[in-house]
């Protein structure tokens, strides 16, 4: 009997803190995902400096204040949503509600917050949130998460290919032909947009980001930074494992601005995203022959032709996202949809060999309508 197809809406705000991602889909069954809308209801810096303000020394009232807020963001969101998909609240089976990361210092803890009551009770549909926790309590990282979604949606017939995300940070999925399990691979290489965007920030405090990669296009890399930038010790770690901005945040992107002031201290944070990329992919997933990126590094001129540069050697092709499936600015908030249906299915949605978890684990909790 074929399933019935149901309508839901993911939501996802990652690291590079640009905004809330929503996407509404139609699934029907674990391998059938088709996006219908998307849309990104982008943070005012007001509100990105009281994310900011809280990763760096929030207190108490306010992380309760930014976890009822963060929820009223992305209900903002949701409304928009369906306003532009013509959809009635009525007509979803669940929203996925990843929430926005504050501290995730695996494997103690992975926190976002977000409150799923006021989703559920702003559109009388049940919320399923808190995805990372059961993964860190099993022993894992909690991330990447996107990794099912990556074998179960996004696998060629053929050959085996890596999923790369260039977010604030970026990680990689090693998908074997046909998604199937057994091969794959996923972990975060490292900073993706995050020490670039900061960066150019310092640079010109009126920009949220390297505009067209401007700034990157005008500096020069400065090799002894970024010879002493790649000898962190994350980049030899072996995988699975994962990273945020409390390992490369805003301490890491004043270093740099210090010892590499102006545009050079853009153009090298763009060397050492692509060069640790392409290092990592080469390394621990060798003879793969494509690369598909998605994330809002695409975007960005220069790393897009420096990664491109760095993959070529090694005999991998970097082609875009949006050019094989959908727009891939979607991608993650289409994943968290998906694992809020395993969720609901019971269903495990974390990949034990991407997360270094004991085992499959079905994720999240749910919050009824």
């Not at 894992?140 to 604030?168: T, W, Y």
């Not at 046909?178 to 920009?207: C, H, K, N, Q, S």
């Not at 032709?305 to 082609?319: K, T, V």
Request: aromatic fraction near 6%; charged fraction near 20%; hydrophobic fraction near 45%.
């Amino acid at each position: 009997m074929t399933e019935r197809p149901t309508l839901a809406i993911g939501i996802m705000s990652g690291t590079s803190l640009d905004g809330v991602d929503a996407a509404l889909v139609r699934l029907q069954g674990p391998g059938s995902c088709t996006l219908l809308h998307f849309i990104t209801r982008a943070y005012t810096v007001a509100e990105r400096d009281q994310i900011l303000s809280a990763l760096a020394a929030g207190t108490a009232p306010d992380l309760a204040r930014l976890h009822v807020r963060l929820a009223g963001w992305a209900a903002e969101a949701v409304e928009t949503l369906l306003a532009a998909g013509h959809t009635r609240a009525s007509e979803l089976g669940f929203i996925a509600f990843h929430g926005q990361t504050i501290w995730h210092e695996p494997p103690a803890v992975s926190w976002q917050l977000g409150e799923p009551a006021v989703l559920a009770e702003r559109f009388g549909v049940r919320v399923v949130s808190n995805f990372r926790s059961r993964d860190v309590a099993a022993g894992g990282q909690g991330a990447p998460l996107v990794a099912i979604a990556d074998l179960l949606l996004f696998a060629h017939p053929e050959i085996s290919r890596v999923l790369l995300n260039l977010g604030g940070m970026a990680n990689v999925t090693l998908v074997p032909p046909r998604g199937v399990d057994g091969g794959a691979v996923a972990f975060d290489t490292g900073p993706g947009m995050v020490l670039i965007d900061a960066v150019a920030r310092l640079v010109e405090p009126g920009e949220r980001f390297d505009v067209d990669g401007r700034l990157a296009h005008a500096g020069r890399v400065n090799q002894e930074l970024l010879d002493r930038l790649r000898g962190d010790p994350f980049f030899d770690r072996a995988p699975p494992k994962s990273t945020g901005r409390e390992h490369f945040g805003l301490l890491l992107a004043q270093e740099i601005h210090r010892s590499a002031p102006g545009p050079d201290g853009v153009r090298t944070a763009v060397e050492l995203t692509a060069t640790t990329v392409a290092g990592s992919v080469a390394r621990w997933m060798p003879g793969v022959v494509e690369v598909v990126a998605s994330g809002g590094g695409v975007h960005h001129p220069v790393l897009w032709q420096r990664l491109s540069g760095e993959l070529a050697p090694h005999g991998m092709a970097l082609r875009r996202f949006d050019d094989l499936f959908f727009a891939g600015d979607a991608k993650e908030a289409v994943a968290f949809a998906l694992l809020g249906y395993l969720t609901i299915h019971g269903q495990p949605g974390n990949l034990p060999a991407a997360t270094g978890a004991a085992g499959p684990r079905v994720l999240g909790q749910i919050t009824p309508a």
